[in-house]
């Protein structure tokens, strides 16, 4: 039962030729805005025999069978190709094939290690990429669920049951309590009709539905002549004229907007794009001009001399690609998906988890998620003033107003109107005990009487009759007031003041219940005859010269952590918005409660009058909107991605799928959220709380944080390498290596490099995408999502810190290798051994130095234990393959003693020395800039 003033305009008349509502494609046109009548004809139906048989037929003919039909799936290999379908993987995929060419001209000898490892990668990389897809559910299939199986019509006269997938427009449908709506109908006879539209236009209590037309632009929230496929009835029941079925339903347009919505793009997958296209780039032309020095700088051009350069290719490739890239991204977003699952995030998209963290904007449905779904009264008004439910005054308001209900609160949950549970939730929370009066009769509420009233039997009391309803409506049966000093007449200023009050909490959101009583004598045979109840029952005439009680005040109050949340993200520069089908007034009253920013409610209607242009311009002065459709939603998302905006969208109703679909990251709720909510979601709320996006925000700025940390490592390492090879190659005469034939001599060799790889790229690299996440993270802004993740300074740095590493890991073996610019006594492979060793321990303080951008290397040193234990683990792999003779041979190494290893400590602790040097000039230059400019960040 609900009843209560609303603050909702009421609909005009529709003028001729007012623009149509947002779904107005059905078999008839506008049906909310005709006559029952006029919709029958326009149907051809008739309102008492039904469709015939032969009509039916014909009709479902032409119509269709009312059901969604699905994509088809997507099958295993199409996906795979889609995974593969990547610039790294391509370059990785030519890598394979040159070292395949470079073994076969060798004469294939042994296995091609080159390529198995390259090879292990990608399948590894797409294995991962593919269990994530396969989890995602179709969320068409989850809408073809959404109705039940047979449905209750009218046909030839009588009434039968059919499937709900053969009905057609014209059929006339009988709905009950309980029953889910199969199908788009316009009601024609309806008796205390109730239905719960939550899930598709985000009313947060069930709406009262009735025969008389509505204005024909009315909000999809406001067709109260109207019942949708996807709804159901929680009271009442009525007959209505289907007027669309399948695809022509509401819920069949929404399943077109999800279909149709593309496929977004995260800002991660960018990046990766575009540093793969950028490696290809590099790696083709450095390959190409080492190979063409190294041809023209050595006088042996025999075909194992060619060979020899073109394993040198295939050096330098395995050297500048980080094999290991694509597949240590995917398990770092594995490992954030694992974390975030333990603060009740759920996300099923491995990308979505950075793309989180990119959100500039966070824009959330109000029920159940900005509020607890759970209408509370909040205040109660007396006739000695306003008042708190824990009040003493307010107890036999909230008590009388627990009798006269048919709700009821069970161990397995509460049953009944969101409205009638409020008053039995405020009694249970504030101790009031509800009496136990035995019920004799009662008034049912109706959409004409708006009230109902119970007779009761107290035990050794007179009979006490209770109505509860719409204010306006029980005041005007009242004669008397309680107050604390007794009961008072009724008076005009009395009323007037009453009336005062209820005005304000309606303005205020309020949704408001009048509750009053008075006894009810046994009735003498003359008065039983003038009584249209039965004996002992009540009627109308029972429920005048009531006595007002008091007046409670509802609403679905905000959640007591969403204030602090929205807080939060407004400190980090993200814009939280509030979109939602509910009244503009209560969703204006939510957002002030809550302090988002910008909280002036446009509605559904104006936002159908804007074009692109004026949409662009008022979402930038308004935060909220209200009355909306999943065509005003899905406008929403797109015109802030068009301002190049990271979008979240929040939503738990099949209304919000489209939406959810077409952002950034669709985030749907676990426990009030629909199948198909979750479905077209990336990330699932398990506890459908706000401040859990918030957390969630911060891990995913954490990692993309460490995401582009294991970038900065990877690049620069191996740019490391590169400069080792190529330098090698060009000062091959100044370094002594140039043997006494001409031949030239690889300062590394490409196992070397591969090994380098691979202790290098893996196990440090993950570490490093564990870092703890830093609360700084949520100070700074959003990541402006039109610039780069590696700028071009970024670049610089990884440039700079490859070529030191490179100068050092040649210096080392420069100095160990006679007939340089250093004269040293060890014999090649010695001194390959160094150069190799060096570039592992260098590779190793560089996992150090990346941490930080700009603060030193040792700040917080120790905060990451498997950090740590990454490179202590690395250190004793390296040890094995210079000490232990099988792979000495399988790596061409050899043992080195204690003056080698005094090289390979100088050049880490020079390379320290680099790094810092160049963090604290970038800490100068910045101080300055921001000096110059206080409001450089």
Known sequence: MEAHPDPRPASAPAAPGAPAGPSDETPVDQPWARSGEEALEALAASGTEGLSQTQAAERLAAHGRNELTAAPPTPWWARVLRLLNEPLTYLLLAAIGVSLVAWAIEGRQGLPVDAIVVGAVIVLNTVIGLVQELKAADAVAALRTMASPTAVVTRDGAQRSIPVAELVPGDLLHLDEGDAIPADARILRAGRLMVAEAALTGESVPVEKSAPPVAADADLAERTSMVHAGTAVTQGSAVALVTGTGADTEIGRIAGM?????????????????????????????????????????????????VTILLLGVSLAVAAVPEGLTAIVSVVLALGVRRMATRNAIVKQLDAVEALGSAGVVATDKTGTLTLNEMTVEAVLTGNGRVEPADPRAAEVLALGSLASN??????????????????????????????????DELPFS????????????????????TKGAPDVVLGLCERVRTAEGDVELTAQARERLEAGIETLAGQAYRTLAVAEKEVPAATPAQAEERT?????????DERGLTLVGIAAMIDPPRPEAAQAIAQAQHAGIRVMMITGDHPVTAQRIASDLGIEHAHALTGRELRAMDDAQLA?????????????????????????????????????????????????????????????????????????????IAAVKQGRGIFANLTKVLRYLLSSNMGEVFTVFGGVVLAGLLGLLGPDGAMLLPLLATQILWVNLVTDSMPALALGVEPVEDEVMDAPPRDMSKRA????????????????GVLALGSLDWCLPGGLFDGGDDITTSRTVAFTVLVFLQLANTLSVRHARRSMFSHLFANGWLWSAIGLTVALQALVVYVPVLNTAFSTAPLDAAHWGIVGACVVLFIACEELRKAIARGLRRRRQALSPETK
């Not at 107290?458 to 009759?465: D, G, K, Q, S, V």
């Not at 109840?533 to 109308?540: H, K, L, N, T």
């Open 447 to 466: 959409s004409e009487r708006k009230r109902m009233s119970v007779l009761f039997a107290p035990p050794e009391a007179p009979t006490r009759l209770v």
């Open 533 to 541: 109840a039965p004996a002992g029952g009540i009627a109308e005439s």
């Open 790 to 805: 590696l700028d071009r300074g970024e670049w610089l740095r990884i440039l700079g810190t490859g070529l030191v590493m």
């Open 258 to 306: 999800i279909a149709a919505a593309p496929e977004t793009v995260t800002p991660l997958q960018r990046e990766m794009a575009a540093v793969g296209r950028m490696l290809t780039v590099a790696v083709v032309a450095i390959a190409l001009v080492t190979m063409v020095t190294a041809y023209l700088v050595t006088d042996d051009h025999s075909l194992e001399s060619v």
């Open 407 to 440: 709700a009821r609160l069970t161990a397995d949950g509460a049953i009944g109107d969101p409205t009638e549970l409020a008053f039995l939730t405020a009694c249970r929370d504030e101790g009031v005990e509800v009496p136990a009066w035995r019920r004799l």
């Open 617 to 693: 311009e008022a979402i930038e002065r308004s935060s909220v909107f209200a009355r909306v459709d999943p065509s005003h939603k899905l406008r929403i998302v797109e015109a802030l991605q068009h301002s190049g905006k990271a979008v979240a969208m929040t939503g738990d109703g099949v209304n919000d799928a489209p939406a959810l679909k077409r952002a950034d990251i669709g985030v749907a709720m676990g426990i009030t959220g629909t199948k198909v909510s979750r479905d077209a979601a990336t990330m699932i709320l398990a506890d459908d709380n706000f401040a859990t996006i």
